[in-house]
């Protein structure tokens, strides 16, 4: 078994325009402290992040109400470059698992997350922070979201070759939140197991 870490480390990662970045600063420090403590502040969209559909629908699910199963499970990992069509990604969606991550400089149109709802998908990534134009992301996140495919953003899949792998991509716990960090890793299954 291979574990590969798709993840941004927070403090470096990208930061979607307008938002706010993660700082952290040292509260207590050792020797003058018996430990070091921390204290964080990010915006629950920095980083490798999930969006529940409260991000763009009022009465939506937050993370919180979120099924956990979304986010563990069998995972293809495609490859594309630009906008995505929908004739780009319908072969795709004829045999991908229920999770597909989207390696490369690319995002969602609207007709792509249209086919994307119509498929078997729960949960879909992409290596940029928004799983829609950088521009105008709202149309994709709510044809997605309101038929409660989640994206997961900020991904990093430099290690990870287009294929088949499980995914485990968890989100904090945080109640009434409508984003949340993750620590996403794809798991690859060898010839040892």
């Known amino acids: 078994m291979k574990i590969i870490d798709i993840s941004q480390e927070l403090f470096s990662s990208k930061v979607y325009p307008g938002d706010p970045a993660p700082a952290r600063k040292l509260v207590r420090s050792m020797p003058a ?22 991000h763009f629908i009022p009465d939506g699910a937050t993370v919180d109400r979120l ?10 990992v495609a490859e594309f470059d630009g906008v995505i069509g929908e004739n ?6 004829e045999t991908c698992a229920e999770r597909l991550l989207l390696r490369g400089d690319c995002g969602l149109s609207e007709e792509a997350a249209h086919a994307v709802t119509a498929s078997r998908v729960r949960l879909i990534g992409t ?18 979201l309101k038929r409660s495919v989640i994206p997961l953003e900020g991904l990093d899949l430099s290690l990870a ?6 995914l485990s991509a968890f989100p904090l716990n945080l109640c009434g939140c409508e984003g949340a960090p993750v620590r996403a890793v794809l798991i690859q299954m060898t010839r040892d197991n």
């Open 127 to 144: 290596e940029s922070q928004s799983i829609g134009p950088m521009n105008a992301p709202a149309a994709v996140h709510l044809a997605l």
């Open 161 to 166: 070759p287009a294929g088949e792998y499980i």
């Open 33 to 54: 402290d018996p430990c070091d403590v921390t204290e964080l502040s990010f915006c629950a969209h920095n980083g490798t992040h999930i969006d529940a559909p409260r």
């Open 67 to 76: 099924d956990p199963s979304i986010f563990f499970g069998n995972c293809t």
């Open 88 to 93: 780009d990604i319908l072969p795709v969606l």
